[in-house]
C-alpha cells in the first residue's frame, strides 16, 4: 500500500490471483490484513476481495461467489464486467442455455408431436426426473417456452427457434464453450493475454483455467500451434495459416446452424458484407466456367471471411512465395481475379503467399463445368493416373464387398473428380466441413459405412486420414448410386391379369409400367384366367377383375383406367409385399449368425477398451474370430465411431472372420463411448463369403435401435431368442 493507505497496481494483482486461486493459504491471509488497512479500495481489489472470501464461504459455483461478491460491494463503483454479469441472473432477454437443454429444446422441435418424459429422457441418455429438471429450467429463462400436456410436452416452432438461435453473448458456461472462447480471444488478440484477465473476463479461477489447458493443447495440436502459459501470461505460437485454420474450426463449433446459409455467415462476421464476397467468386467461376456445390461455396466464403478480418487487422502470411509448390496457369488466372475483386472491394492488400492459398482453396472445392470433353478413358489426363487408379480401387472394393456395381459413366467421372479434390484439400490440410455429417451417420448408416471402409482404403493407399466431414461427402456420392440400385431390387414381380378388349391389356400395362416405375416389375400379362395356374416367380397379382380361382399370392383389385386410388392401393401392397420379405429375410440372417452363448447382460465394462476386448475373447473362444481381430475393430473405431447414440455396432473394415457371427452385450451400466454412453453393444464378425448378411442385417438394425422406444425395448429383452423376436416386429 502507499502512504495514504490506498492500493497499489501490484496489490490489485496480488489480489485477484488470491481471490482466482486458493483465497486460505497463508499469503492470501496477509492480503486479507493488508486490504482491512486499505484506505479506500479500488473497485479491482473491493471485488477481488469480496469473490475471494466467497470462495471460502464454500459458495463454490461460479455464479454463487459472484453473486455474492457483487451482493458485498455494490455500494461501491462497479467493476469492469460487473454490469455485463448481473443480467445473467436477472435479465429475461438474452438467457443462457446449457447444451443438454438445447438438445431438449431441439428434440421437441425435431418431432413436431408431443412426447413424455421418458421418450425425451431416451432420446437425451439421460433420467426423467434430469429431463424434468431441464424443463423447469428453460421455462424460467423462456416463461411458457415448453407446454405440459395430459399427451406430454410442446414447444412452438417459432420460441425453439428463437432460442436455439440465441446470440452467444453471454459467459460460457461449460468446459468446450470456455475453451472456444479463450482460444478464439487468443487467436483475435495476437496470441498473448494476461492468464487472469482472461479468468476474469469469464468468471473461473485460475485453477479451472489449467484445468482447461489439456484439453486446448489437444485441440490446438490438431493444428500445428501451440499453447503454453509461463508466469501470468498465455501463448499461442504457430503460423498465420494455421491460426485461420484453428478459427475456422472455432467458428463452426459455436454455430448452432453449422454455416448452412449465407445468413449464419453474415451473423458471424458482421462487419464483412458476405453476399459481396459470394457475388465476386460467382462471377469469378461463372467467367472461367466452374462449378461449385452450396456445401463448398459456404465453406469457401467462411475462409475469404476469416482472410479478410484477419487481414483487415493487420495478420497476413509471411510465407514466402518460393517455398510453395508451382500451381496450374488456370488455377493461378482463377486466384488472381477473385483476389484482385476482394482487394478492391474491401480496400485491402493480399499477399502472394495469400493469393497462393486462394488458388489452394479453390481448385480443391471447384470442378471444371465442361464435362462433355471428360471420359473414363481420358480423366487420367485431368487428375492424373495414381488417382484414376485409386479410384477404380474404390470402386472394385464397394463391388466384392457389397456386391453393388458403380460402373456407370457419369458416376465415375463425377467421383473421381471429387476423390481428386478431396486428395489436395489433404495435401493442403484444408479439409472441407460437412453440416450433414450428423443427419448421414444416423438415416443413412449403411452409405456412411462404405463411405468409412473407402476411407481406410484412401488412407492405405495414401496415408491420408479422412475426417468425419470428408468421409460424409464420399456418402453424398455413394448415396445417390446406391439407392438407386436398393430401388431397382426392391421392385416387386407382378403378373396383370386384364380379358382383352381391343387393346386395353397393353395399354394398361403401359400405364402401370410408368406409374409404378422402379416399384413393380411387370413380367407377364395375362388375358386368360387359366394362365394364372402356371405363375412362376410373381410375388403380386394385378387384375381388373376378381378370378374365380383361389390364389397362393397376393391380388390387388384396380379398374381398367387406373386411377388414383389404384395407384395408392398397388403402393400399399407394394410397400407390405417388401416389408413381409424384409423381416423374413432379416429373421433367417439374425438366427443364423446369433446364438445363445453369444447373447449376454452384464455389468462389468464400463469403457469402449474394456468392452470391445471382452466380447472379442468370446468370440474368439466361440471359434468366429482370430487373434487379430480385436485390433481390427479398434482401427475401424479410429476412423469413425460406431456408436450411435446409446448403442454401438463394432465390427471390423475387412471380411475376415472364420465364421460370421454376431454378439450381443446388454449393459445395466452405461458404457463410456468417446463423448457418449451406449447401453448395448452389438459387434459384428464376418467371413468374406457371408458380404450378403451384413448388407442385409447392419442398415435395418441400426435404424430399428435409432428409435429411443425400440431401443429401450431391446434393453429389456432376458434371451437371444426375445431379441430376435423384438427386431423382426419392429423392422419397417
Known amino acids: 500500500v502507499d502512504v495514504q493507505n490506498n492500493c497499489t497496481p501490484n496489490l490489485c494483482i496480488l489480489l485477484k490471483k488470491a481471490a482466482f486461486t486458493d483465497f486460505c493459504n497463508r499469503k492470501s491471509v496477509l492480503l486479507v490484513i493488508l486490504y482491512s488497512f486499505l484506505q479506500t479500495p479500488c473497485e479491482n481489489c473491493c471485488f477481488s476481495f469480496w469473490a475471494g472470501l466467497g470462495y471460502t464461504m464454500n459458495i463454490k459455483s461460479t455464479v454463487g461467489c459472484l453473486h455474492y461478491a457483487m451482493r458485498q460491494s455494490r455500494q461501491r463503483p462497479a467493476r469492469r464486467g460487473q454490469a455485463d454479469f448481473l443480467p445473467l441472473i436477472q435479465r429475461k432477454d438474452s438467457p443462457l442455455m446449457a447444451s443438454k437443454q438445447n438438445q431438449l429444446v431441439q428434440t421437441l422441435l425435431d418431432q413436431n408431436q408431443q412426447l413424455n418424459a421418458t421418450q425425451l429422457a431416451n432420446s437425451l441418455g439421460v433420467s426423467v426426473r434430469t429431463v424434468h429438471n431441464y424443463i423447469n429450467a428453460v421455462n424460467a429463462q423462456y416463461p411458457d417456452a415448453i407446454l405440459s400436456t395430459p399427451t406430454g410436452y410442446r414447444i412452438a416452432p417459432a420460441m425453439a427457434q428463437q432460442m436455439l438461435h440465441q446470440s452467444p453473448n453471454d459467459i460460457p458456461q461449460n468446459a468446450q464453450d470456455r475453451c472456444t472462447y479463450i482460444l478464439n480471444r487468443l487467436v483475435q488478440k495476437g496470441g498473448s493475454l494476461n492468464l487472469y484477465d482472461l479468468c476474469d473476463e469469464i468468471y473461473i479461477s485460475a485453477t479451472t483455467f489449467h484445468g482447461l489447458m489439456g484439453k486446448m493443447r489437444r485441440l490446438t495440436r490438431e493444428y500445428d500451434l501451440s499453447l503454453t502459459v509461463s508466469g501470468d501470461t498465455v501463448t499461442l505460437t504457430g503460423s498465420e495459416r494455421n491460426k485461420r485454420r484453428l478459427l475456422s474450426g472455432l467458428l463452426y ?5 453449422a454455416f448452412t446459409s449465407t445468413d449464419s455467415l453474415q451473423a458471424a462476421f458482421p462487419s464483412i458484407d458476405i453476399d459481396k464476397i459470394r457475388a465476386d467468386v460467382m462471377d469469378v467461376l461463372n467467367e472461367n466456367h466452374y462449378f461449385i456445390n452450396d456445401y463448398s461455396l459456404l465453406n469457401l466464403l467462411l475462409h475469404i471471411a476469416i482472410a479478410i478480418n484477419r487481414v483487415q487487422n493487420g495478420c497476413v502470411y509471411t510465407e514466402a ?6 500451381l496450374d496457369p488456370q488455377n493461378e488466372k482463377l486466384a488472381q481475379e477473385l483476389i484482385e475483386r476482394l482487394a478492391r ?26 464435362y462433355a470433353s471428360i471420359t473414363p478413358d481420358n480423366i487420367a489426363d485431368y487428375i492424373g493416373s495414381d488417382c484414376t487408379d485409386l479410384v477404380h480401387q474404390l470402386i472394385n472394393t464397394v463391388k466384392d464387398f457389397y456386391d453393388i456395381n458403380l460402373d456407370e459413366p457419369e458416376f465415375f467421372i463425377r467421383f473421381a473428380l471429387h476423390t481428386h479434390n478431396l486428395l489436395v484439400r489433404a495435401q493442403n490440410r484444408s479439409f472441407c466441413k460437412n453440416p450433414l455429417v450428423s443427419e448421414i451417420r444416423q438415416s443413412c448408416p449403411l452409405i456412411y459405412d462404405v463411405s468409412v471402409q473407402l476411407s481406410g482404403i484412401i488412407r492405405e493407399k495414401t496415408g491420408i486420414t479422412l475426417d468425419e466431414d470428408e468421409i460424409a461427402y464420399i ?13 431397382l431390387a426392391n421392385r416387386v414381380p407382378a403378373v396383370l391379369y386384364c380379358p382383352s378388349y381391343y387393346n386395353m391389356d397393353s395399354s394398361l400395362a403401359d400405364r402401370i409400367s410408368r406409374r409404378m416405375e422402379g416399384k413393380i416389375l411387370l413380367t407377364n ?3 386368360k384366367e387359366s394362365l394364372l395356374d402356371q405363375l412362376t416367380g410373381s410375388a403380386l397379382v394385378i387384375s381388373t377383375v376378381r378370378p374365380h380361382r383361389v390364389l397362393n399370392m397376393p391380388l390387388v383389385l384396380i379398374s381398367p383406367f387406373l386411377t388414383n386410388s389404384d395407384i395408392m392401393a398397388l403402393n400399399r401392397k407394394v410397400e407390405e409385399i417388401n416389408t413381409q420379405a424384409r423381416r423374413e429375410n432379416f429373421r433367417r440372417s439374425l438366427s443364423a449368425i446369433l446364438t445363445p452363448e453369444l447373447f449376454e447382460t452384464g455389468a462389468l465394462c464400463t469403457t469402449r477398451e474394456e468392452v470391445v476386448h471382452h466380447i472379442c475373447s468370446r468370440l474368439l473362444a466361440q471359434g468366429c474370430t482370430t487373434p487379430a481381430f480385436e485390433a481390427a475393430v479398434i482401427e475401424r473405431e479410429s476412423i469413425s465411431s460406431t456408436a450411435f447414440g446409446q448403442f454401438a455396432i463394432p465390427h471390423t473394415l475387412k471380411m475376415c472372420s472364420p465364421r460370421t457371427c454376431m454378439a450381443v452385450y446388454v449393459s445395466r451400466t452405461p458404457i463410456r463411448w468417446d463423448d457418449t454412453a451406449v447401453s448395448l453393444v452389438i459387434m459384428l464378425s464376418f467371413n468374406p463369403n457371408d458380404r450378403k448378411i451384413f448388407y442385409d442385417i447392419f442398415e435395418p438394425l441400426s435404424m430399428i435401435l435409432l428409435d429411443s422406444n425400440n431401443l429401450k425395448g431391446a434393453l429389456l429383452c432376458k434371451d437371444y431368442a426375445a431379441f430376435i423376436d423384438f427386431l423382426v416386429e419392429h423392422m419397417e
Not at 463449433?253 to 446452424?257: G, K
Not at 512465395?321 to 508451382?326: E, G, I, L, Q, V
Open 475 to 487: 456418402a453424398l456420392h455413394l448415396g445417390g448410386a446406391l439407392e438407386t440400385q436398393k430401388e
Open 253 to 257: 463449433h459455436e454455430s448452432a446452424s
Open 321 to 326: 512465395p518460393s517455398n510453395m509448390h508451382p
Open 525 to 527: 400379362v395375362f388375358t
Open 345 to 370: 472491394n474491401f480496400s485491402i492488400r493480399f499477399s502472394a503467399a495469400e493469393q497462393y492459398e486462394m488458388a489452394l482453396l479453390l481448385v480443391s472445392r471447384t470442378s471444371m463445368l465442361d
